[in-house]
């Protein structure tokens, strides 16, 4: 089970067997010392391999930059009047930030951060989950966040995670903090995923958000060496998963380094996805693409980043 799953808990074992949690933590223990396994609390793992979770001191430092900009790229998609999720996370806090200034906004959160950053915004109501406090993020968790979640419908979800493939979708190195993502994602008609280019590529331990599932990735661009997040991008586009680029650069020509500035390079949704309302939220625009184009540009938007 944990070699199909990456993970699984003592009381899903407990009940697959049909024996006591005292038994399998029993056997559990056997397996670790064999090294098949790694024990966590309340369940196991797979032995290394996978990314682990970085506590919010260092996580608050990593792609400042980026993490802003895609912050503010995903406002832009927030209307007055809506009601929206928003998930734990140093990029959602950074969303948050700029959602204070939307009126009549609802948002509900599992993050302390985020309901921090809206604490003192005029005419925006923060509705939290329960749920138990994990500190290394300040996220609710627990069975208290997910039944609180429990006939919840919004408009959108923006969740962010430790690592995106196209292969697996968002996922995060926690599994409590993975179970509530999963209830904020069936909360909402559609699914933002912000994520900056060093988490693409990556794979961590348990799923949050299938790829199909996914609406729209908000991402940075990723720099001319980094083959791995351009291949990504492309994957998760060949998918159907509407690409959203911020602070793009362009250099027509000279030697210079570019400036950075605010740019969207949109993948359209082919069709209505799983879990999408059709006709309901506005899908992401640009002056580049507000045009006609063949079929075929904005495809070859997303390949043009390996080429770069």
Known sequence: M???NGAVSLRELA???QTSEVTVRRDVRALEAEGLLDRRHGGAVLPGGFTRESGFPQKSHLATAEKTAIADLAASLVEEGEAVVVGAGTTTQELARRLARVPGLTVVTNSLLVAQALAHANRVEVVM???TLRGSNYALVGSGAEQSLQGLRVSRAFLSGSGLTAERGLSTSNMLSASVDRALVQAAAEVVVLADHTKLGTDTMF???PTDLITR????EPPAHDDRAATELQALADQGVQIAVAGASENPGGDQAPARRQQ???VPLP????GQVQGG???LRSASVLGEQSPGTDRARVADLRRR
């Open 264 to 266: 969207r390079r949109d």
């Open 207 to 209: 799923q949050t958000v």
């Open 271 to 274: 069709g209505p996805r799983r």
């Open 281 to 283: 939220a506005p899908g």
């Open 129 to 131: 989950t329960g749920g």
């Open 217 to 220: 990735l908000v991402t940075d």
């Open 15 to 17: 009940r697959v067997v």
């Open 2 to 4: 944990v070699r199909a």
